[in-house]
């Protein structure tokens, strides 16, 4: 093996691990001895350093020695970018016993508990009145919602169930069907006219989330708001789907 002068102060090496199945890219100072190197090592792998055995392998993943002379600088061992350092635990230690979060104890606070600690983003927000604790922006976002809600009501008043209809979307060409439902719906919230178009250009059979709202044949269905649908004389179009 061929060992070249090398300058830079610091080495960017991969640190593997008989307790760990990842490598870790990190740089360290080449004036580190042995024994300083392992310490910084103890929270990148868990095994303390007493317990640690290094091997040196090189950019091309060969043997190259041992990293044993804990008085020894670590750049007067063949350390090159790109090398890799492989740490062996002596403590007992079983491999990924550091990787299973499972078995990590989990802190837990009762909501009433929480409520009381003034160093919470829950009291921060509370405290500059903010999202859901700005009670007048909440009430008026409440209140613009109940006048949506009263809006669409009354569009959907005025659209018959078995009526022929258009349905004009945006970024949509205009579709011809018959009105099938009117009403609220499981699936999201406000008024909603469930149309069965003439040609499958629909997105279900009548059906959302399970639930039936009308029946008709598998995507000539569809949910659109009352705004974007015109009640009206509208004979069946040939779109001349049946060709394609």
Request: charged residues 30%; glycine residues 8%; contains cysteine.
């Amino acid at each position: 093996m061929e060992v070249t002068g090398v300058s830079a102060p610091t080495v960017t090496v991969f640190i593997s691990s008989s307790l760990n199945t990842f490598r870790s890219e990190k740089r360290y100072s080449r004036s580190l001895t042995i024994a300083e190197f392992k310490c910084k090592l103890e929270l990148l792998v868990g095994s303390p350093a007493s317990c640690m055995e290094l091997e040196l392998y090189g950019v091309d993943d060969k043997f190259y020695s041992k990293l044993d002379q804990e008085d020894a600088l670590l750049g007067s061992y063949p350390v090159d970018d790109g090398c890799r350092i492989h740490v062996i635990d002596h403590s007992g230690a079983r491999l990924g016993e550091y990787e299973d979060v499972s078995r990590v104890e989990k802190y837990t606070i009762s909501q009433e508990a929480y409520d009381q600690r003034q160093d919470t983003v829950r009291s921060f927000l509370k405290r500059s009145k903010l999202g859901r604790y700005n009670e007048e922006e909440r009430a008026q976002q409440e209140a613009e919602a109940a006048q949506r809600l009263a809006e669409e009501k009354a569009q959907a008043s005025s659209i018959p169930v078995g009526s022929r209809c258009e349905v004009r979307a945006a970024g949509q060409s205009p579709r011809r069907g018959t009105v099938m439902y009117v009403g609220l719906t499981d699936f999201k919230p406000g008024y909603w006219i469930g149309v069965r178009y003439d040609e499958p250009l629909g997105k279900n059979d009548g059906s959302v989330n399970g639930k039936r709202y009308f029946e008709c044949q598998a995507k000539y269905g569809a949910f659109v708001k009352p705004a974007v649908v015109t009640v009206g004389d509208f004979p069946e179009e040939d779109y001349g789907l049946d060709e394609m």
